[in-house]
């Protein structure tokens, strides 16, 4: 009987889809194709659809819509085809022979940058001269040459897979989709309400158990009030599933003229939405800011990144939204959609954080219960806005990359009276070691063997103190050589400081006057809607503030 728990990915906007790309190229580094190898512990069958394309073959692909603007998608011709394209034998010659150097082309003839090239002569099988390509050992320096997602998407979709707003395009100043009303209104369009609905029934009706839907949007601009309109869809349509939204937001798409406020309500509106028409909702940003533009961004020890590329940042979000979901998409785990969202959302608290540490900066020669010993507190840092992962009612930590042999050092002579001593998994002893210095009343902790796999197309962020299987060495890693795998931590949080980003948004919210909104107003959203969504925020900030709640 086949028992696996289906989820179907939905993304809107193109952030949302840059880190879709990192997520999905994440997952497919992480396939095992040795069949002496021991079985994994992460069970993709609940992400992954297999199917059978026009020539007879197996493919495997994400059970995912993507939605974007038109202009987004223009490496994905070239590149991405071979499983349902039966003209597909011949690549073009320029995929093949492309060079660095700027060229002086038409738009829909872009040039594939030095990783596509590699990924296409692999593929087919061809050697650079007397070395094999190997793409998992390489470095890349993507950062000047990734503009859109479609840059760097390694994974390969189904052909329903993608739906093009083909009424705004991507980067057009005169016909900007910067307005959480516009996304209500296109949700009429037929694409929307007609073809991607049939393309989601279809992968609906393909899953044997369907336990729900992971749904990530941009928050600054159209995209969320395309997102809200889905998401009543999905709440009419399959009321019994699961919805965990994860409003997305980048420092880049912030404006700096007299409408940035506009990304505060566009935010507003979405966040009062997600309470209705969500089971949880994880607010995710690099940026300290969230909504509006801010100097101060997340600070990771061992990373080296450029908060003004999304290439890079959408890289930690993804990482951290693999690592946070892992225990209800594991094989051997009993964890699912509804019991994390049901511990995590008690008393209407349906807002959490989330945190991330990446890698953890455990040394090559420790091991577990001295790395937790000396450990600079807290072992995690917040990506929401305005919050903090202190003074939480409950938590879901997952730790990465830990092996059972790593917990204690050889020489360890045990205490019977010392219950760290004791622990026989690397989850019981973090949990543990939380147990004494993060008093939260509810805290599930899941660890896993396998790390973050940060192979190619993933950035150059490590430090170089980090090897290639992301441990801390003494020695430089070599210039030459790839961060392949990494450690990590990620948590979900309901913490107490959600409050301050609720007040946060509605004081930045409420400075907006009804003149700046009279855009917004034409596309279907009066006053009265508004103030009353600002007040119904502050409602909801409420109910953080009970400490006590569980």
Known sequence: MNSTREIITLQFGHYSNFIGTHFWNLQEASFTYDENSKPLEICHDVLYREGVNLKGEVTYTPRMLCVDLKNSF???????????????????????????????????????????????????????????INIAEKVYDLDNDVKIWSDFLKARFHPRTITSIDEYKHNDSSNEFNNFSQGLTLWDSYKMKETWTDNLRLYAEECDYLQGFHISMDSLNGFGGLACKALEYLKDEYSNKNIIAMPVMSDNYILEDENSELQAVNTSLLFSSLFDHSNMFVPLTTSSGGWTKSQNHLNLDYLSYKNNLDYHSSAIL????????????????????????????????????????????????????????????????????????EMSVAQTIVMRGITKNMLY??????????????????????????????????????????????????????????????????????????????????????????RDMFIALNDDSSKVKGSKLSHMFNYGIDVMDYKETIENLLVLSDNYLINDCL
């Open 409 to 498: 050092s050889n020489n360890l002579i045990r205490d019977s009276k010392n219950p760290s001593h004791h622990c026989t998994s690397a989850s019981a002893l973090l949990k543990l070691f939380i147990s004494f210095c993060d008093h939260v009343r509810m805290t599930e902790v899941h660890a896993f063997d396998s790390s973050l796999e940060t192979i190619a197309p993933f950035p150059n962020i490590f430090a170089q103190s980090i090897n290639q299987h992301g441990f801390v060495e003494s020695l430089s890693r070599s210039s030459t050589s790839v961060v392949a795998k990494s450690t990590a931590i990620s948590g979900l949080h309901n913490s107490n400081s959600m």
């Open 318 to 389: 993804a990482s951290a939204i693999d690592t946070f979901t892992l225990g209800y998409r594991s094989r051997s785990d009993n964890d699912s959609m509804q019991n994390m969202c049901t511990r995590l959302t008690p008393l209407g608290r349906k807002a959490v954080s989330a945190s991330i540490q990446l890698p953890l900066g455990f040394d090559s020669k420790s091991n577990l219960l001295d790395y937790l010993q000396n450990a600079k507190l807290p072992l995690w840092q917040p990506i929401s806005p305005h919050c903090t992962t």
């Open 74 to 132: 223009y490496q994905l011709p070239d590149v991405h085809r071979g499983l349902y394209d039966l003209n597909c034998s011949n690549i073009d010659e320029e995929i093949l022979n492309c060079s660095t150097k700027i060229q002086t082309i038409q738009e829909e003839k872009i040039p594939s940058n030095e990783f596509f090239s590699d990924l296409a002569k692999q593929e087919l099988f061809i050697d650079d001269g007397d070395e094999k």
